[in-house]
């Protein structure tokens, strides 16, 4: 006689209660915060920086002061690469890493920042340079500010400089650089633009940016303000605005 098997129904793997999701929720953080966010960018930890960027920036923390650790970090990568410790594969990293930051970051600050301003910002690399990573961010920052940009992009000439000037008649000219060789073509761009300004007409502010930029490389080519950090650069862009 055949009898029918007595089949159950496979159990299936017991169901994780709310109090263990909780808790892994809650221990999440410690691994995301286990290691400060410029030694992470420094050892160019690229998912751990953008995990906890995001992580901080979910819980409220001031986005400036982020991008403020970051730029922190990327000294670190610089003093690193003069020691010979990093080589150019490094440097490219951490540019890569500050961009994904600088793109988590941008939205929120323009949160913070909505208000608009109708002062027009002419940037762009002098001739004969192609870096961009320094320009970006200024950019990024400004535009985060309300500031409206014209940015021309790298390896910029006198001639092209000045042709956007009279199109668009910025308050501001920024010109970055990362090399001295360029230092005619910056001198150039300055004094060409001021003696095509119409008479009457209000001069721009020139404000030079870059490895290279100091008090000294400033005098010598005409420029009213210098910094190598970007947010000192917006600074110096809203206090010529209140002006």
């Not at 691994?31 to 966010?37: A, G």
């Not at 730029?71 to 990568?77: C, L, N, P, T």
């Not at 003069?82 to 490219?92: A, D, Q, V």
Request: charged share 20%; hydrophobic share 45%.
């Amino acid at each position: 006689m055949v009898t029918a098997k007595d089949e159950r129904p496979p159990q299936r793997p017991e169901q994780p209660g709310a109090a263990t999701i909780l808790n892994e929720v809650q221990t999440m953080p410690n691994n995301i915060f286990s290691q400060p966010l410029p030694e992470l960018v420094t050892a160019l930890k690229e998912k751990e920086v953008h995990d906890q960027v995001l992580a901080r920036l979910e819980r409220g923390d001031d986005p400036m002061e982020i991008l403020n650790e970051c730029q922190r970090g990327m000294e670190g990568v610089g003093l690193l690469y003069e020691k010979k410790e990093y080589f150019i594969s490094g440097l490219i990293i951490a540019a890569e890493i500050l961009k994904d930051v600088v793109n988590l970051t941008a939205p929120h600050i323009r949160e913070i920042h909505s208000g608009k301003s109708a002062v027009t910002v002419l940037i762009g690399t002098a001739q004969g340079d192609i870096h961009d990573l320094g320009k970006d961010l200024f950019i990024t920052l400004l535009q985060c500010y309300g500031f409206h940009i014209i940015d021309l992009g790298v390896d910029v000439a006198p001639q092209t400089f000045l042709e956007s000037f009279i199109e668009h008649k910025p308050q501001i000219v920024g010109i970055s650089a990362l090399l001295t060789s360029v230092i005619d073509a910056m001198k150039e761009t300055i004094a060409l633009i001021r003696s095509e300004v119409p008479q009457g007409a209000s001069v721009p502010l020139f404000i030079i940016g870059g490895g290279i930029a100091d008090q000294i490389f400033a005098d010598m080519v005409g420029a009213d303000f210098w910094t190598q950090d970007a947010m000192a650069g917006v600074r110096f862009c809203q206090d010529a605005v209140k002006a």
